[in-house]
């Protein structure tokens, strides 16, 4: 089993930084692929930025040139993977979830639905 536990949301004006840090525990070396999806209220689940092990990343459209991703696995005991959050702006106001998958995700990388664990969360709130 792994779980997965985020830190670093806030709240900040727009066109701050912040940086989300995601703590992996438990049977690390399998999981394939993790990341970063958000909720707004009333909106769907989104990817947001999702690396595979070998280090390989994909970013979402919507924040590409903004945010990046990544991840330290030299310690499999804790493996940690970072959201860096540039020029946020209030539409990036959301609930950060960490979320990873042991299996390859045949429905695509940025399907939330192929990935079946997740952390609880952490808030970002991007103020005008």
């Known amino acids: 089993q792994v779980q997965l536990v985020e830190s670093g949301g806030a709240s900040v004006q727009a066109g701050g930084s912040l940086r989300l840090s995601c703590a992996a525990s438990?049977?690390?070396?399998?999981?394939?692929?993790w990341g970063w999806f958000r909720q707004a209220p009333g909106k769907e689940r989104e990817a947001v930025a999702i690396?595979?092990?070998?280090?390989?990343?994909?970013?979402?459209a919507s924040v590409k040139g903004r945010f990046t991703i990544s991840q330290d696995r030299a310690n499999m005991e804790k493996m940690m993977c970072y959201l860096q959050m540039n020029r946020l702006r209030p539409e990036d106001t959301a609930m950060y979830y960490c979320?990873?998958?042991?299996?390859?995700?045949?429905?695509?990388?940025?399907?939330?639905?192929?990935?079946?664990?997740w952390g609880q969360g952490t808030q970002v709130t991007v103020s005008s």
């Open positions: 690396i595979h092990r070998t280090g390989s990343p994909n970013i979402a």
């Open positions: 438990g049977s690390t070396p399998d999981v394939r692929y």
């Open positions: 979320a990873g998958t042991l299996e390859y995700p045949s429905g695509g990388e940025l399907n939330p639905q192929e990935y079946e664990v």
